[in-house]
């Protein structure tokens, strides 16, 4: 028996997104899971670990960002997705999809990366109780560290640009950067990741309305010691956006989890499941 519902969330342009929920059978949480996924990754990604908070008690809704995994409609090459979308149509939707279909008041959001990073260009933030931001950062080029301060800049600068004119899409998967993405997030990632501040760089540009002053929930940022790209520079970067909050860094060393790696994607991953009660815990108000 599956563990999850599939459906589809509606957003305010009309735009379908892909979604699972995983309802809660006790109720006993106050606030239901809104996972939402990093650039490039599916819903699929966070099955086990959906399951798994359910099995805690949480009601949980998973989905897949336009023009990613079964929120792309049509060629990829024809997408006109961009992050912007993401912060300022499909979390939305998905925040009021789970409230309506939870009667909560608010939503907690787990975020992994660019997940994390999208609240201040979010209109009902108002409806969100916490966030808790794994990996979450502003993956600032001059922040990342290790083979993956190398291939940034050549993602940005040569593979995007040549494989968007060539193909029409930013090509990711043939260097295992998640799922080929369209060309105005490729894009958009490379001038978000080229300044401090992330979305900030789009602020009076191609967004107009930002809310990181006015968001007050408490933002929790885990991030992994070895994780070439949320480094804890570029963590603190992201978490400067929203002065107003109260922020917490969680950092996790592989070894002392009894780990090799944690890295950028592993903290949802069944092999490191071990770390899942630590997350949990920060679940709580």
């Known amino acids: 028996m599956k563990s999850y519902e599939s459906f589809w969330i509606s957003c305010k342009d009309d735009y379908q997104l892909a979604a699972q929920f995983y309802p809660a059978q006790d109720h006993t949480k106050p606030y239901p899971i809104l996972i939402c996924p990093a650039t490039g990754i599916t819903k699929n990604f966070y099955h086990a670990f959906a399951e798994w908070l359910n099995q805690q008690g949480y009601s949980v809704l998973s989905f897949d960002f336009r023009g990613i995994g079964e929120s792309l409609h049509g060629p990829l090459k024809n997408s006109t997705a961009s992050i912007n979308d993401w912060g300022i149509y499909d979390i939305p939707a998905a925040i009021e999809t789970l409230l309506e279909r939870t009667q909560a008041e608010k939503v907690i959001i787990v975020g992994h990366s660019a997940g994390g990073q999208l609240l201040g260009i979010t209109s009902n933030y108002n409806k969100v109780a916490k966030v808790l931001a794994i990996a979450g950062s502003t993956g600032h080029v001059k922040g990342l560290k290790g083979k993956t301060k190398i291939l940034a800049p050549v993602m940005f600068n040569v593979i995007f640009p040549v494989s968007s004119f060539l193909k029409g899409y930013g090509a990711t998967q043939f260097i295992g950067m998640g799922e080929n993405l369209p060309k105005n997030v490729a894009k958009q990632w490379a ?95």
Request: aromatic share 10%.
């Open 191 to 285: 001038e978000f990741c080229s300044k401090p501040g992330y979305v900030m760089n789009a602020i009076g540009k191609s967004i107009f309305e930002d809310y990181h002053q006015e968001i007050q929930c408490p933002i929790t940022s885990f991030w992994a010691t070895d994780d070439e790209i949320a480094t804890q520079a570029n963590v603190k970067d992201l978490l400067r956006l929203y002065p107003n909050a109260p922020t917490k860094l969680i950092e996790l060393n592989p070894q002392q989890h009894g780990y090799k790696q944690i890295g950028h994607m592993s903290m949802f991953k069944k092999s490191h499941q071990k770390l899942w009660p630590l997350m949990e815990s920060e679940l709580k108000l």
